[in-house]
């Protein structure tokens, strides 16, 4: 948490299917795939098996970034979709595109489509079973290899090895894992991003997170390495459970030099696409403390928030609760959620809502972590805290270390903050199945660099009733990797050649069928794709 001397502070669902004993989710299975880029549509044979024997709820999404996020808009579904489908063999479904829908959201280096069927019985998992998972055991393992100095520069190493915890937990528990660098002059700094995408609304997004950087020379337990462990914890609980809504994990960098991690993340991390709907941001969770005035009240407290300091008085202003920070402009509903999902889950959590007035600025040390920044971007967001410096004497102190945590205490906040995100982000026993990847190539440009030389490459004869040709221009030299995709997906022929500039190559695809296939030829990043049309059968 970042340091202040303003006198402000009480800082405030394995296998595409979701695991549970009590009901079997669906399972959905692909079994063919027509592209027909004549009428921008895709047609899906498909299988849907539940063993309970629930209708079930079907829609299909289309990406057109390799299968990161289906979320190409535009499009239409018909068929064996919507609700109620009876489970059962041999369903279809037609997917109707728009090549401005593809265009919103294509990454042209690599413009590869996948078609991702989803099904619900509309059932859901029980939150309260969720949180069970977290147990104290597993919390201590993680503060324990957390709670070392991390800091840019007196302690580098430190900071790496908690980086690389995240990226390992993230990656093992089957997010998409991405490190996002940043400079911040000379310093070179990293946020890291564990996203798990939601299977019926993945454009809307709800974030935990808590910042990973330490002051110097600190083991920093408190702060921040308590939030860590929320959020790794959230991964693990997650792993086998799917959600409507998508859930972005985060672990930023540099809170403590002036929120630079989660400045830099609003500025250029977040996608087109993504709508973020709530941030639980994790700010220091394990300080308690049942001495009589252990926690502090600052100056003018008691005029801004009366109610609150109601609550602390009549518990002789010991300090034991979870401070839940909004802001009246547009997170005092979010802090509201959070309080009634805490005491309807974890009864033992005794949390006190603060709303700073409008997003923080006539109470700015409501403002000292990473929530602030989205504040000010307009989006919903939540400090988490256990009062920072007004309850803990540890903070930004060599003492603040493992002894100092109550593991109990900790391990309350860190459910409380888990179940919030599960019931935000909506959690549902789901299956489902993605498609062969296809190029819908169609008034869609394949390369970054449209200019380059190897974008002139020639198909001929096309169309063909035999042998294929392919010539390289004059100044293509290197390897080139070059592939044959069929509509449907499938690799005809996958080939590597080295150019030497203005040579023809036979492309042999041994036994093939008549139909349309597209050529797509690489080197280096950039990639070039033309289709291909065979009027007969041909065998070699």
């Avoid at 790496?160 to 997010?175: A, P, Q, W, Y």
């Avoid at 509201?336 to 700015?364: C, K």
């Avoid at 930004?396 to 860190?414: A, G, K």
Wanted: with cysteine.
């Amino acid at each position: 948490m970042r340091n202040s001397t303003l006198f402000f502070i009480l800082s405030l669902a394995i296998s595409n299917t979701c695991i549970q004993a009590q009901n079997n989710p669906p399972s959905v299975q692909i079994n063919a795939i027509t592209v027909d880029t004549i009428n921008r549509s895709i047609t899906l044979d498909f299988d849907l098996e539940d063993i309970d024997g629930d209708l079930l709820e079907v829609n299909a999404f289309l990406s057109a970034d390799s299968g990161k996020a289906h979320v190409v808009s535009g499009i239409s579904v018909s068929g064996d979709v919507g609700f109620p489908i009876t489970p059962g063999q041999n369903k279809s479904l037609v997917l109707n595109y728009t090549t401005s829908g593809l265009a919103s959201v294509a990454n042209q280096s690599t413009p590869w489509c996948t078609v991702k069927i989803v099904a619900t019985d509309r059932k859901r998992p029980d939150i309260a079973q969720m949180i069970s998972l977290i147990d104290s055991a597993s919390v201590y393992a993680d503060m324990q290899f957390l709670s070392i100095p991390r800091h840019h520069a007196s302690a580098p190493s430190g900071l790496e090895l908690v980086k690389d915890s995240l990226v390992s937990v993230f990656s093992r528990t089957g997010l998409q894992t991405t490190r996002l660098p940043f400079n911040v002059g000379a310093i070179a700094a990293e946020n890291i991003l564990g996203r798990k995408p939601g299977l019926f609304q993945e454009e809307n997004v709800i974030i935990i997170d808590g910042h990973f950087d330490a002051v110097p020379n600190t083991p920093g337990a408190d702060d921040n390495a308590t939030a860590v462990a929320a959020v790794l914890a959230a991964a693990r609980v997650f792993e086998n459970y799917h959600f409507n809504k998508s859930i972005n994990f985060l672990g930023f960098d540099l809170e403590e030099l002036g929120l630079l991690g989660a400045l830099n993340y609003v500025a250029n991390s977040i996608s087109s696409y993504e709508n973020i709907e709530a941030v639980i941001n994790g700010e220091m969770l394990g300080y308690y403390d049942t001495t009589q005035n252990s926690q502090q009240i600052p100056l003018g407290f008691n005029v801004a928030f009366p109610a609150a300091i109601d609550s602390i008085n009549s518990e002789n202003n010991r300090g034991i609760f979870l401070f839940v920070i909004g802001n009246t402009q547009n997170s005092s509903a979010l802090s509201s959620y959070f309080d009634s999902v805490a005491r309807q889950y974890v009864p033992d959590v005794r949390s006190i809502v603060l709303n700073a007035p409008g997003t923080g600025a006539l109470t700015p040390d409501l403002r000292r972590s990473d929530h602030a920044v989205f504040w000010d971007a307009g989006i919903p967001a939540l400090m988490i805290t256990d009062g920072a410096d007004t309850r803990n004497p540890h903070y930004h102190q060599i003492s603040d270390n493992l002894n100092t945590i109550n593991f109990p205490f900790l391990v309350r906040n860190i459910k409380a903050m888990v179940a919030t995100v599960a019931s935000l982000a909506e959690p549902t026993y789901a299956g489902y199945d993605v498609s062969q990847s296809f190029i819908l190539a169609q008034n869609l440009q394949i390369s970054v660099e449209e200019n380059h030389p190897l974008s002139n490459f020639e198909l001929f004869p096309n169309p063909s009733d035999g042998d294929v040709y392919l010539r390289f221009p004059q100044n293509v030299r290197g390897e080139v990797q070059i592939s044959v995709i069929s509509m449907g997906g499938k690799r005809v022929l996958d080939r590597k050649v080295q150019a030497q500039g203005g040579e023809t190559v036979q492309i042999e695809l041994g036994q093939r069928t008549k139909g349309i296939f597209f050529v797509k030829v690489q080197i280096g990043e950039y990639q070039f794709a033309k289709k291909l049309i065979i009027h007969e059968d041909h065998q070699h």
